[in-house]
């Protein structure tokens, strides 16, 4: 699992098109009707923040995971800048931990763990999907709720693999080739970044980028594979929807969320 660095800087300018608002609601929707309306929440993959801080306004205790000290400074910082506002002294609150989702750990239960935009993707070995799903429930209430996206085989195969994305702005400008390894069904994300630097540009002068280079792979894993892990972890799998509905997942549904329940430590 490759840690953001250059993209850090800029990657909520570059997400910007990421309906967090909306994504959020839908979120907060299932743990309401999967009996987690309120207590403690742990975000996995929170990088910078931003659902972990909209949870934390809907009135949940958040607990924010990240292993990459880049994002998670910008979440820090981003809280203490939220806090300063008045009526969000609240979002100080918010935990933010620099651990491997595989292998992190706290001190102890949650009533609901959650992990969205693609995180659990990030994790390409099956072996260790299952140990993050073994942690998982092993740090969820009686009865807890986990809550996880995914991107889809189909959205790996026919929208991502063998593209490239580009996109320029004043602020920074980045090149995101994709390949996809139907065999091994790994997506290796090429990236190449020009950050300007803080200060250039000012007082009629020139502005100076500073140019990123970084790796980053996602695995892609099908509804029953996951199934079967899960089960294996000890949880019991709810439902899968296509995302930010309550339908089945389609053959060409790009997102699916997960929904999974401890069942009973005992029982694993």
């Excluded at 959020?24 to 801080?53: D, H, N, P, W």
């Excluded at 959650?114 to 209430?141: G, H, T």
């Excluded at 799998?237 to 339908?247: C, E, I, K, R």
Aim: aromatic share 12%; charged share 25%.
């Amino acid at each position: 699992m490759e840690a953001y660095t250059g993209f850090a800087k800029v990657y909520d300018l570059f997400m910007d098109n990421v309906p967090y608002g909306e994504w959020s609601r839908y979120l907060i929707g299932l743990l309401q009707e999967f009996q987690a309306s309120q207590g403690l929440v742990l975000e996995l993959g929170c990088g910078t923040g931003k659902m972990t801080r909209l949870l934390a306004a809907a009135g949940y205790d958040m607990i924010g995971i990240d292993n990459s000290p880049e994002m998670l400074q910008l979440a820090q910082e981003a809280g203490e800048a939220s806090a300063m506002q008045e009526g969000a002294v609240e979002e100080a609150e918010i935990l933010y931990l620099l651990q491997d989702m595989r292998e992190f750990e706290l001190y102890g239960t949650v009533q609901a763990v959650v992990s969205v935009c693609d995180s659990m993707n990030y994790i390409l070995e099956e072996e260790e999907l299952l140990q993050a799903f073994r942690l998982v429930n092993n740090y969820l209430n009686p009865g807890g709720v986990f809550i996880f996206d995914l991107n889809t085989p189909y959205k790996y195969r026919e929208l991502l693999g063998e593209s490239t994305i580009c996109e320029n702005r004043p602020e920074g400008s980045f090149i995101w080739e994709n390949y996809f390894d139907e065999e091994e069904q790994i997506n290796q994300y090429d990236l190449t970044l020009f950050v300007r630097e803080e200060g250039s540009g000012k007082a009629g002068g020139g502005c100076l980028y500073r140019k990123y280079e970084e790796t980053h792979f996602q695995r892609a894993y099908g509804i029953e594979q996951v199934k079967g892990l899960l089960d294996r972890a000890g949880m019991e799998f709810v439902a899968a929807y296509d995302a930010f509905t309550h339908n089945p997942p389609r053959k060409d549904s790009e997102r699916v969320y997960v929904i999974a329940r401890e069942r009973g430590k005992d029982r694993g």
